[in-house]
């Protein structure tokens, strides 16, 4: 897909994959959102993250998604937004500091909607990998998807 080009319902087959521009993470941005979002010592305290089961500082794995979510949209320019209508996350690794982040997105399946034929849903399955190529974050999401002529 040519970049900054609008992807619709229509440009997309299972088996399209997409990969997201870098984004490189340090401890100052993983304690100042751990300290707005989610405040627990192995988020905000690297002496203190040591002594937990994380040994040492991790981002939150809400922060690892939002970080996700801002290299989807780069990334995948669906028509309209990229609009979430569920998924399945998990995080098989931390992500530290340090950390270089990119995301790999693959259609998993389109299916377009009988009620509404100027829609359907996308599943696309998201690995959010580190410099080492090593998954912090997989996620499998249903995203609403419009057609050309809606």
Not at 29 to 41: G, H, L, S, V, Y
Not at 94 to 99: E, I, L, S, V, Y
């Amino acid at each position: 897909m040519p970049a900054g080009k609008t992807i619709y319902l229509d440009d997309l087959a299972v088996g399209d994959v997409f990969v997201s521009e870098e984004h490189a993470l340090d401890a100052e941005q993983i304690i100042r959102f751990a300290t707005e979002f989610d405040p627990q010592p192995f988020h905000i305290e690297a002496d203190a993250a040591k002594e937990t089961y994380f040994e040492g500082l991790a981002a939150s794995g809400w922060h690892t998604a939002a970080i996700t979510m801002k290299l989807l949209v780069q990334s995948l320019p669906l028509s309209r937004g990229v609009i979430g209508a569920g998924g399945e996350i998990s995080w098989p690794r931390a992500t530290r500091p340090g950390d270089v982040l990119k995301v790999t997105s693959t259609v998993l399946e389109l299916l377009p909607s009988r009620s509404k034929p100027d829609r359907g849903f996308v599943v696309v399955e998201s690995l959010t990998r580190n410099q080492a190529g090593e998954v912090c974050q997989k996620l499998v999401s249903k995203v609403l998807c419009f057609r050309k002529d809606s």
